[in-house]
């Protein structure tokens, strides 16, 4: 280009890297404000959700107070009481710990100072309130301090001051808990609209940058690029066309020659006629088959094996799949009589014109194919013995049900059937003239009455119990250790060691209901044990049960496995349950030391 022209285009380079400079520039501004403005407001967000779940917990904390205060007027174990007056010492110190925290604010716990006029008004309308029961509950503590075994009328007027207020702190409570919500809805309203209107704001920069900037100095070096483009075509066009061609025909040259070379010696390779004469044959392939000198017209088959039948194979599928290929695996013998399994290809192939041929490309497999034979059968085998396995424990179960079902027959026949019998004799034999007696078989009809009651809670108690379907696992379990304690005189304790009382899936309640109850239930028939305590915790993903007793224990080793329907049949049906709701199942155990059943649920 001239001296003008170099001229020229240095201006233009100087007048288009300012404007990028400026472009970029404005984009980063935008980008640094938005930021600036984001952060600040999140950082007035940041305390928003603490806030809401410290409120909302001071509800369930005054409900806790006010559960173990109402349980002193009911216990009169001192032990108990002493626990007691522990657990409402500690709700206490964290309620007020609390309250004051959200008015006055704690770093510690990421509370702000401040609280909206709206909030600080209830918090003003609460504190009264608030001050009542905290009154009353620090009255009982310091009485229980002086005399744990005090008497419930010196205790009832703090109770009734706590659970008088309950109601109206929980109400106030609530609207303060709605009204941090509201707020913070609020803050997140404005935070949207400040992005959206920040995004807006970008997107003009980009627009403006791209209209007057961008695309005009694009339009501009697309141009010069083209020209430069095409005048360095131009001038290496015919420079490069002949020297191109040499080396592109020397270099297939040499592909072709190092590509059969590679096949010869790496791959089992065969050219052959489209009439199954062999035309050539690999390095590879002479070695596998010791095939050293061969006679144009000898016949591909007849090399690859000196079995009649697979001979007649690979020649039916050369014949069938010569015009369009075929891959797959091909089964042959060696003449020393080994078995050689081939991955092979069969590829149609026309070196000139008139002349067709087939390539042969293969693989040997014969290590693979045995191992995969050998993964069929292993295979074969293991499900031949799960279905065994799965028949044995699903007549188990069958069996186990219709003598449940004929349990609770005979229950009903033999206990209420009779007693309905009696019933209904002593009513057709009232006599209404003779006052004195019919008021005797009256009281008897009573007491009868009673006692069917009684049998029908009793047969129906192994059944689905009411507690589980009405209230949860923790009711239903306290009952069960409750009643099976009172039925075989055994010490069986339930302990909620972190207060759970969430309610699950019903098909996941009753599982582990049952669970619970087999492993009870084997504690009382086959460990000996006089103490059986089962405990539950939880965290926010897992639910722990752990049943243990002190009976005579076992090696859970020796234990027989259900292959044939002998034993063990109680721990299988504990297995297949807690499986079928994705939870696991550990069993310790030690002769002379007990056994521990650990059941871990997922929630």
Same mark, same amino acid.
């Given at each position: ?51 809401? %779940?410290?409120?909302? !917990?001071? !509800? ?64 003003? &309308? ?8 905290l009154k009353a509950s620090n009255s009982i503590v310091e009485k229980l301090e002086k005399d744990l075994l005090i ?15 309950e109601g109206e702190f929980l109400l106030i409570m609530d609207r303060i808990v709605n009204q941090y919500d509201l707020? &913070? ?6 935070? !949207? ?19 007057? +900037?961008?695309?005009?100095? &694009? ?19 015919? &420079? ?12 297939? /040259? $040499? ?21 199954? %004469? ?5 390095? $590879? ?12 017209? +000898? ?61 042969? +490309? ?12 050998? /993964? ?15 028949? /044995? ?41 003779? /006052? ?48 099976? =304690? ?9 302990? %909620? ?30 460990a000996d044990s006089s103490h059986i305590l089962v405990s539950l915790s939880h965290s926010k993903s897992m639910l ?8 005579? =224990? ?8 259900? $292959? ?13 349950? +807690? ?25």
């Amino acid at each position: 280009m001239t001296k003008n022209g170099n001229s020229l285009d240095k201006k233009t380079f100087d007048k288009l890297s300012r404007l990028y400079i400026i472009a970029l520039s404005t984009i980063a501004l935008s980008v640094i404000i938005s930021q600036i403005l984001v952060r600040k407001h999140l950082e007035t967000q940041q305390s928003d959700s603490t806030v809401i %779940n410290i409120a909302g !917990r001071q !509800r369930m904390l005054s409900q806790k107070l006010t559960k173990e205060v109402v349980s002193l007027s009911v216990s009169s174990d001192k032990k108990d009481r002493e626990i007691l007056q522990k657990n409402i010492k500690e709700t206490l110190y964290l309620w007020n710990f609390s309250h004051n925290s959200l008015q006055k604010g704690n770093d510690s716990l990421g509370l702000p100072k401040q609280n909206s006029d709206h909030i600080t008004r209830e918090y003003n &309308a609460l504190n009264p309130v608030f001050n009542t029961i905290l009154k009353a509950s620090n009255s009982i503590v310091e009485k229980l301090e002086k005399d744990l075994l005090i008497s419930v009328d010196e205790l009832t007027s703090d109770i009734k001051k706590i659970t008088n207020n309950e109601g109206e702190f929980l109400l106030i409570m609530d609207r303060i808990v709605n009204q941090y919500d509201l707020e &913070a809805n609020k803050k997140v309203v404005w935070l !949207r609209k400040l992005e959206f209107l920040l995004m807006i704001l970008t997107l003009l920069i980009l627009l403006g940058e791209f209209l007057f +900037i961008f695309w005009p100095t &694009a339009k501009s070096v697309k141009a010069t690029l083209s020209e430069l483009l095409s005048a360095e075509k131009k001038a290496k066009k015919m &420079a490069f066309e002949a020297d191109e061609l040499s080396i592109s025909k020397e270099k297939s /040259i $040499k592909e072709l020659r190092a590509l059969s070379h590679a096949m010869d010696e790496t791959l089992l390779f065969a050219r052959i006629s489209t009439n199954g %004469n062999l035309i050539h044959f690999g390095n $590879k392939f002479s070695r596998l088959f010791k095939l050293s000198n061969f006679k144009q017209d +000898i016949l591909f088959w007849n090399v690859l094996s000196i079995n009649e039948n697979e001979q007649l194979l690979i020649e039916d599928l050369i014949f069938q799949h010569k015009k369009t290929g075929w891959q797959g695996e091909v089964k042959s013998t060696t003449k020393q009589g080994e078995v050689v399994w081939l991955e092979m290809s069969i590829i149609p192939y026309n070196p000139s014109e008139d002349k067709s041929e087939l390539l042969i +490309i293969a693989s040997e497999i014969t290590d693979r194919k045995a191992a995969q034979l050998e /993964i069929e059968r292993l295979t074969k085998d293991s499900f031949e013995e799960k279905m065994s396995q799965q028949k /044995i424990i699903s007549s188990k179960i069958i069996e186990n049900q219709e003598k449940e079902q004929n349990r609770i027959a005979k229950d009903v026949h033999d206990g209420i059937g009779q007693m309905l019998t009696g019933l209904k004799y002593n009513l057709e034999s009232i006599n209404i003239a003779d /006052i004195d007696k019919t008021a005797i078989k009256i009281e008897h009809l009573k007491e009868l009455t009673t006692n069917i009651i009684k049998g029908v809670r009793t047969a129906t108690f192994n059944l689905t119990p009411p507690e589980l379907s009405d209230h949860g696992i923790v009711p239903a379990i306290t009952k069960l250790t409750q009643e099976l =304690g009172r039925l075989t005189g055994k010490e069986i304790v339930f302990f %909620n060691k972190t207060d759970f009382n969430i309610r699950l899936d019903s098909l996941t309640e009753i599982n582990i209901y049952r669970i619970v109850q087999e492993a009870i239930n084997n504690a009382i028939k086959y460990a000996d044990s006089s103490h059986i305590l089962v405990s539950l915790s939880h965290s926010k993903s897992m639910l722990s049960l752990v049943i243990d007793d002190d009976g005579k =224990g076992f090696e859970p080793s020796k234990v027989k496995k259900v $292959k044939k329907g002998d034993g063990g049949m109680g721990m299988t049906f504990m297995k297949e349950r +807690i499986k079928y709701i994705d939870g696991r199942l550990f069993l310790n155990s030690e002769l002379g030391k007990g056994t521990r059943v650990t059941l871990n649920i997922p929630i």
